[in-house]
C-alpha cells in the first residue's frame, strides 16, 4: 500500500523493502513488520543494510540458521541476551561494513573500551540476521578467520557474546575486558 510505497521511496538506494519481506518469508515462514522503517543515512565506505524487524527473536533467528547449516549455542535461551545499545522503537535498519570478516579496525578491542569509547556495534540478533543474508545471497559464511564481538549485547552475567564460522556457526561468549586480533566487532550506523 501507500505506507510501502513511502518506504520504498525513502529507501531507494539503501534498502530493498520486498526483498526483505520475501527473506523473512522464506526464512522464518511468516510475514514481519516492516513499517515505519528506520534508516539512517549511508556512511563514506562500502556498507551492507541490514532490515531488523522488531517481532523477531534471537531464539527465532539461531532456529533458522540451525535448519540451514550446524550450529552451537552456550546458553539455551539466547533470547536472555540483551541489547544495551540503543535502538529505534520498531523495525529498523542498521548499515555495517560490508566484508565476510567483522572490522579489521576493530581488532584488540575489548567490549567494555567499545561501550567507553561510544561506537555503536552490532549486537547478537543483528549478527544472527547477517548471517542469514549473507549465506541465503552467497551460500558462503561469515567470520571464518575471525569472530564477531557483538558488543552490543549482553547476557545476565554481563558477558558478550561473539560469533563465528568454524565448520559450523558458533555462538559463544566472552569477559567484557577480553580482547585479541582475532576478536573484533562490527561497527553500525
Same mark, same amino acid.
Given at each position: ?7 520504498? +521511496?525513502? !529507501?531507494?538506494?539503501?534498502? $530493498?523493502?520486498?526483498? /526483505? ?8 515462514g511468516? #510475514?514481519v513488520?516492516?513499517?515505519?522503517l528506520h534508516?539512517?543515512?549511508?556512511? $563514506? ?15 527465532? @533467528? ?16 539466547? $533470547? +536472555?541476551?540483551t #541489547?544495551?545499545?540503543s535502538?529505534?522503537?520498531?523495525? *529498523?535498519?542498521?548499515l555495517v561494513? #560490508? ?6 579496525e576493530?581488532k584488540n578491542?575489548s ?12 549486537t547478537?540478533k ?11 545471497e ?7 578467520? $575471525? /569472530?564477531? @564481538?557483538?558488543?552490543? !549485547?549482553? #547476557? !545476565? ?6 560469533v563465528? /564460522?568454524?565448520?559450523?556457526? *558458533? ?6 575486558v577480553?580482547?585479541?586480533?582475532? @576478536?573484533?566487532?562490527r561497527a553500525a550506523?
Amino acid at each position: 500500500g501507500e505506507a510501502l510505497r513511502e518506504i520504498l +521511496a525513502k !529507501s531507494q538506494e539503501t534498502v $530493498n523493502v520486498v526483498e /526483505w519481506h520475501d527473506f523473512y518469508r522464506r526464512v522464518l515462514g511468516r #510475514d514481519v513488520d516492516l513499517t515505519n522503517l528506520h534508516i539512517p543515512e549511508k556512511p $563514506n565506505y562500502p556498507c551492507r543494510a541490514l532490515v531488523i524487524p522488531q517481532d523477531v527473536t534471537a531464539n527465532e @533467528l539461531y532456529d533458522a540458521c540451525a535448519k540451514r547449516f550446524k550450529c552451537w549455542k552456550y546458553t539455551n535461551d539466547l $533470547n +536472555a541476551i540483551t #541489547d544495551i545499545v540503543s535502538r529505534p522503537d520498531g523495525s *529498523y535498519v542498521i548499515l555495517v561494513r #560490508d566484508g565476510q570478516d567483522a572490522d579489521e579496525e576493530m581488532k584488540n578491542i575489548s567490549a567494555n573500551q567499545i561501550k567507553e569509547r561510544g561506537v555503536n556495534t552490532e549486537t547478537l540478533k543483528e549478527r544472527l540476521i547477517h548471517e542469514l543474508k549473507f549465506h541465503d545471497e552467497t551460500g558462503e559464511h561469515l567470520d571464518v578467520h $575471525n /569472530w564477531t @564481538l557483538c558488543a552490543g !549485547s549482553r #547476557d !545476565s552475567r554481563g558477558d558478550v557474546p561473539g560469533v563465528r /564460522w568454524s565448520g559450523g556457526m *558458533y555462538v559463544s561468549w566472552y569477559y567484557p575486558v577480553y580482547r585479541y586480533v582475532d @576478536l573484533r566487532a562490527r561497527a553500525a550506523v
